[in-house]
C-alpha cells in the first residue's frame, strides 16, 4: 500500500452544449475517507465520477493522484494507477461466470492478458475466490453473470473493482436496486475495507440512510455546482441543502 | 484545360447515377438501421425491367421515360416485398443476421434474373430525343449525360420536398430520429418501413433503369454498385441525404480524375478515401453519432465452455479424418482436403465473431491473400512448397495487421464497412495489377511437390496443419486473450475500465485471424493448383459468414460443423442445380430466420431440453 493514496481534484468543468454538468468541483479524497457525493437528478454526479475515470474529459481543471496528474490519461491508465470505478448501471462480462470476471481484473492486474496458452479459467482461481467471498458472493462463483439478481451484481462489481487493488474506489450508487437490509450490509463492508486497505472512496447514494450513516464526509452537487461540504452533520443543517432537497422556500 | 472540364462533367455524371442508388440506401438505413446488400439487386432488376420495357415501349420520348418510370416502381414493389416478407422479422436481429439475410436476397434475385433474362449482356436503347452529343468547349458531350447531371440535384430536391413538407415524409424522419418513439406516438411502424422500403427500392431501380441507354445490362451489376453505394453512404454518413449527395461528387470526380493519374488503381482509390474519411471522420462528412449503439450479439452470448470430454472427441474425430484414405477414393479426398481448410476459414472468422463480437465482411481478403503470397512465391521466386506455405499466413497476417490497425477504430456496421474496404482493396490490386498477378487469369500450376502430390498425401499434409492451427486457435480462445476478446464484445466500457485494452485485444484478433485465414488460402492455392482472384471477393467472405453462421455464433465446435455441412451442401447438393445461388440464397435466409444458433446451438439446445425433461 502507498503512504499517501491522496486524490485532489481542483475546479473541474465539464459543459454538454450550453449546459455546465460540472462546474466548478473541488475536493480532496484520502485514505480513510468514505465521501459521499450527493444532490438531486441531474446535479452532475454521474459526470463527475466520468471525469474522473477518464471516461470524460473535463474542459478544465485537474486530477491528481498522489500529485500525478490523470487528466487526459485513458481510462485504463488510470486504473492502473489505482483509481477502481463501479458503474450505476452494473456492466459486467455478462457471458462470463462470476468468479471469471473477477479473475478478469486479476489478470489484467497482472498484465497477463495477452496469453495465448494457459487457460484463464484456472488462472488466479483461488484469490478471485477470496475476494468473492469477501462480498458474500462466493457460493454463486461459478454462475454466469448474466443471470444473476441486481443487487448480487452490485456485489460482483464491488469485488471486481477490488481485484484491481485500487488506492481510489469511486462507486456509482453502489446499493441502488438492494434491499434496505442488503445496502447497510454493502455500506458496513465498504466501510470496513476503508479501514483494512486504507482505502478512499468516493461514493454517490440517493439514500439518505445509506449517506448519514456510513459518510465521513459529504459534498453536495445542485446543477453542477458544490454547494456544500462538510461531515454530514454540518451538511444536514446547511440552510442550502435543505432547500435544494426541501424545495426553495426563502 | 477543355478536356478536364468534360472529364469532371462525366464525373458529375456518374455523381448522379451514385446519389440515386445511394440515396435509396441511405433512407433505408436510417428508418430501418439495416444495411441492406439487397439494394444493388433492386438497382440491377430496375435494369433488367427497364431493359424489357424500353425495348418494347421505348421508340418514342414518352414511352421511354413511362417505361423508365415503371421499372423504378416495379423495383420499388419488389423492396416492399422483401420489407414484408424478411426485414420485418430481423430489426431486432444482431446486424450479423441483417447483412446475411439480404445477401441471401442478392444470389436469390441473381438466379432469378439470369433466368429470365439471361447471362448475355443486354444493350439497350439510346434514349429518344437525347441521343446525340453537345459541343463543350470544342469536345463532345453526350447529351443524355447531361439529363443525368440535371437529375441528380432535382431527385435530391425532390426528396427534400417529401421529407420536409409532407406529412409522410415527416413521420420518416421522426422514425429516423427513434424509432420506438414514432411508434409510441401512433405511427404504425410496419406501413411505414414498407412504404421506406418502397421509396429506397424504387430510387435504386431508377438509377438502374436510366443507365439501360448507357451501358449494358448485366449481371454483375449489383454487386458493383452495391459496393460502391456503401462507400458513398458511410463517407456521406449513414442516413444522411445531403452527406450523400455530397459524397457521390467527391467520388463521381475522385473515379474520373483517378482514371487518368493512377489509371491502374482507380478502384483502389475509392476505398482508401472511404477508409481515410473514416478514420478522421468517423460518421462520415454529414452523419451523427448513433444513439442507441448498434445490436450486440452479446445478448445471446452464454458462458463458453470447453465442454465434457471435448478432447477426447477433438481426438477421435482427428483420428477417424486421418484413417479416411485408407477406404476412400481420390474424389472423396478432395472434396475433405476442402472442407478441413474451409474449417479453419470459418474458425478463424468466428474468433473475430463470436469472441470479439466483430462482424467482418472482407474475410477473404485474408484467406486469399495467403493463397496469392504462396502462388507468387511459386511463381515469382520458384520457391518450394514448405516455404510458400509458411509465407502463407505471414504475408495475411501482415495485410491483416495493416488492415485491422484502422478497422479496429471502429466498431458495429462501420467494422463491417470498413473490412468490406480492405477487401476490395486488396482484391482490386489483384485483380488490375496485371504484370504481377495476372489480373483475371489468375496464377497457374502452383502443385505440390511429388512426395505431397497425392491426394492422400497432400489430404494429411492439410489435416495435420489445419488441425495444429485450429487447436491453437480454440486455445487461444480458452485463453487470457480469448477472454479479455470476450470482455470488450460484452462491455467495452467495462473493460477498459478494469484495464483491458480492448482495441489492442481486437487488432491482434485480427491479426492473428487473418494469418489463420492466409495459411487456410496457401493450402486451398497447393490443393487448387491455381489461384484467381475470385478467391477474394465478396461471395467467399459471405460463404465464410455463413458457415459460422450455419454452425453457430456462440460455440467453438460450430465453424468447423458449419463448414463441413457448407462445403457438402455446396459441393454435392448446389452443383446439381443451375440454380445452385437461388438455393444458397434460401439457405441462407432460412437459417436466418429459422435457426438463428446454428446447427451446433440447434444441437445443445435440443439436448438441453431433454435433460431438462428427464
Redesign the interface.
Known amino acids: 500500500m502507498s503512504a499517501a493514496n491522496r486524490l485532489e481534484v481542483r475546479d473541474l468543468h465539464r459543459s454538454f452544449g450550453g449546459v455546465r454538468a460540472v462546474s466548478g468541483v473541488s475536493f480532496t479524497l484520502e485514505s480513510g475517507d468514505l465521501l459521499a457525493l450527493i444532490g438531486p437528478n441531474g446535479a452532475g454526479k454521474s459526470t463527475c465520477f466520468n471525469l474522473l475515470?477518464g471516461?470524460l474529459r473535463p474542459d478544465a481543471g485537474s486530477v491528481r493522484l498522489d500529485g500525478a496528474e490523470l487528466v487526459g490519461l485513458?481510462?485504463?491508465r488510470i486504473?492502473?494507477l489505482g483509481v477502481?470505478?463501479t458503474?450505476q448501471i452494473t456492466?459486467?462480462?455478462?457471458?462470463?461466470?462470476v468468479a471469471?470476471n473477477v479473475?478478469?481484473?486479476l489478470?489484467?492486474?497482472a498484465r497477463?492478458?495477452?496469453?495465448?496458452?494457459?487457460?484463464?479459467?484456472a488462472?488466479f482461481r483461488d484469490e478471485a475466490l477470496a475476494l468473492l467471498a469477501r462480498v458474500g458472493m462466493d457460493a454463486q462463483a461459478d454462475r454466469?453473470c448474466?443471470v444473476l439478481a441486481y443487487g448480487d451484481l452490485k456485489r460482483v462489481e464491488l469485488a471486481?473493482a477490488l481485484?484491481?487493488d485500487p488506492k481510489i474506489l469511486l462507486m456509482d450508487e453502489p446499493t441502488a436496486g438492494m434491499a434496505p437490509f442488503e445496502r447497510l450490509e454493502l455500506m458496513a463492508l465498504t466501510a470496513s475495507l476503508v479501514r483494512e486497505r486504507g482505502l478512499a472512496v468516493l461514493f454517490t447514494e440517493h439514500d439518505m440512510d445509506v449517506v448519514f450513516g456510513h459518510a465521513t464526509r459529504v459534498l453536495v452537487l445542485d446543477r453542477g455546482r458544490p454547494i456544500a461540504e462538510g461531515t454530514p452533520e454540518s451538511v444536514r443543517a446547511d440552510a442550502r441543502v435543505q432547500s435544494v432537497y426541501l424545495g426553495d422556500e426563502a | 484545360m477543355s478536356f478536364l472540364l468534360v472529364q469532371a462533367l462525366s464525373g458529375l455524371a456518374t455523381a448522379a447515377t451514385l446519389f440515386l442508388v445511394s440515396s435509396g440506401l441511405t433512407i433505408v438505413f436510417g428508418v430501418t438501421r439495416i444495411v441492406n446488400f439487397a439494394h444493388g439487386s433492386f438497382y440491377m432488376l430496375g435494369a433488367y425491367l427497364g431493359w424489357s420495357l424500353v425495348e418494347r415501349f421505348g421508340t418514342g420520348v414518352g414511352g421511354f421515360w413511362a417505361s423508365v418510370v415503371a421499372a423504378a416502381l416495379g423495383a420499388g414493389a419488389l423492396g416492399a416485398l422483401m420489407e414484408v416478407a424478411l426485414l420485418r422479422r430481423l430489426y431486432r436481429s444482431p446486424e450479423l443476421f441483417q447483412l446475411l439475410g439480404t445477401f441471401g436476397v442478392v444470389l436469390v434475385l441473381q438466379d432469378a434474373a439470369s433466368w429470365i433474362w439471361g447471362s448475355e449482356d443486354l444493350l439497350g436503347r439510346r434514349a429518344p430525343g437525347l441521343k446525340g452529343s453537345v459541343e463543350i468547349l470544342g469536345q463532345p458531350f453526350p447529351l443524355y449525360d447531361l439529363m443525368l447531371i440535371g437529375l441528380g440535384p432535382l431527385v435530391l430536391g425532390l426528396l427534400w420536398l417529401l421529407f420536409n413538407r409532407t406529412r409522410w415524409g415527416t413521420l420518416v424522419r421522426a422514425a429516423t430520429q427513434d424509432r420506438d418513439m414514432a411508434s409510441a406516438l401512433g405511427v404504425d411502424p410496419a406501413r411505414l418501413f414498407t412504404g421506406v422500403l418502397f421509396l429506397g427500392s424504387a430510387l435504386a431501380g431508377l438509377g438502374g433503369a436510366l443507365q439501360v441507354p448507357r451501358e449494358a445490362v448485366n449481371l454483375h451489376m449489383d454487386m458493383a454498385i452495391v459496393v460502391e453505394a456503401f462507400v458513398v453512404v458511410v463517407v456521406g454518413g449513414m442516413g444522411s441525404l445531403t452527406g450523400a449527395f455530397l459524397a457521390s461528387l467527391l467520388i463521381g470526380q475522385l473515379q474520373a480524375f483517378g482514371i487518368l493519374v493512377f489509371p491502374q488503381i482507380t478502384l483502389v482509390l475509392v476505398f482508401l478515401f472511404m477508409a481515410v474519411v473514416l478514420v478522421l471522420r468517423p460518421h462520415g462528412l454529414m452523419g451523427r453519432a448513433e444513439e442507441t449503439p448498434p445490436t450486440a450479439p452479446a445478448a445471446l452470448a452464454p458462458p463458453l465452455t470447453a465442454g465434457r470430454g471435448a478432447g477426447w472427441g477433438a481426438a477421435l474425430l482427428l483420428a477417424a479424418l486421418a484413417l479416411v484414405p485408407l477406404v476412400a477414393g481420390d474424389y472423396a479426398l478432395i472434396v475433405l482436403t476442402e472442407m478441413v481448410i474451409l474449417a479453419l476459414l470459418a474458425a478463424s472468422l468466428h474468433l473475430l465473431i463470436g469472441l470479439g463480437g466483430l462482424v467482418s465482411f472482407g474475410h477473404a481478403a485474408w484467406f486469399g491473400l495467403g493463397a496469392y503470397g504462396a502462388a507468387l512465391l511459386v511463381k515469382h521466386l520458384g520457391a518450394p512448397m514448405p516455404l510458400a506455405l509458411a509465407a502463407a499466413p505471414l504475408v495475411a497476417g501482415i495485410g491483416a495487421l495493416i488492415a485491422g490497425w484502422f478497422c479496429v477504430r471502429r466498431s458495429g456496421l462501420y467494422f463491417a464497412m470498413l473490412t468490406l474496404a480492405f477487401a476490395q482493396i486488396v482484391w482490386s490490386v489483384t485483380f488490375q495489377w496485371y504484370g504481377f498477378t495476372g489480373g483475371d487469369n489468375g496464377i497457374v500450376g502452383v502443385w505440390p511437390p511429388p512426395w505431397a502430390a497425392g491426394k492422400a498425401a497432400y489430404y494429411w499434409l492439410t489435416l495435420g496443419l489445419c488441425a495444429g492451427a485450429l487447436a491453437l486457435l480454440r486455445r487461444a480462445a480458452f485463453a487470457p486473450f480469448g477472454y479479455a476478446l470476450r470482455a470488450g464484445r460484452d462491455s467495452a466500457l467495462r473493460a477498459e475500465s478494469v484495464g483491458i485494452d480492448v482495441r489492442r485485444h481486437q487488432w491482434l484478433a485480427f491479426a492473428l485471424a487473418g494469418s489463420a485465414a492466409g495459411l487456410a488460402g496457401g493450402l486451398y492455392a497447393f490443393s487448387k493448383g491455381s489461384v484467381f482472384p475470385t478467391l477474394m471477393a465478396v461471395p467467399v467472405s459471405v460463404d465464410a459468414l455463413v458457415m459460422v453462421l450455419m454452425g453457430g455464433i456462440q460455440t467453438v465446435a460450430g465453424p468447423l460443423a458449419g463448414a463441413a455441412v457448407f462445403h457438402l451442401l455446396e459441393a454435392e447438393v448446389m452443383r446439381m442445380t443451375e440454380l445452385w445461388r437461388l438455393a444458397l440464397g434460401l439457405v441462407i435466409v432460412a437459417l436466418v430466420l429459422l435457426f438463428p444458433k446454428g446447427i451446433v446451438g440447434f444441437l445443445a439446445d435440443v439436448l438441453a431440453d431433454r435433460r431438462r425433461r428427464a
Open positions: 475515470n471516461q485513458p481510462p485504463r486504473w492502473a477502481g470505478r458503474f456492466a459486467t462480462f455478462a457471458s462470463m461466470t471469471e479473475q478478469m481484473v489478470l489484467s492486474r497477463r492478458l495477452f496469453g495465448l496458452w494457459r487457460p484463464a479459467s488462472c454466469p448474466g471486481m481485484a484491481g
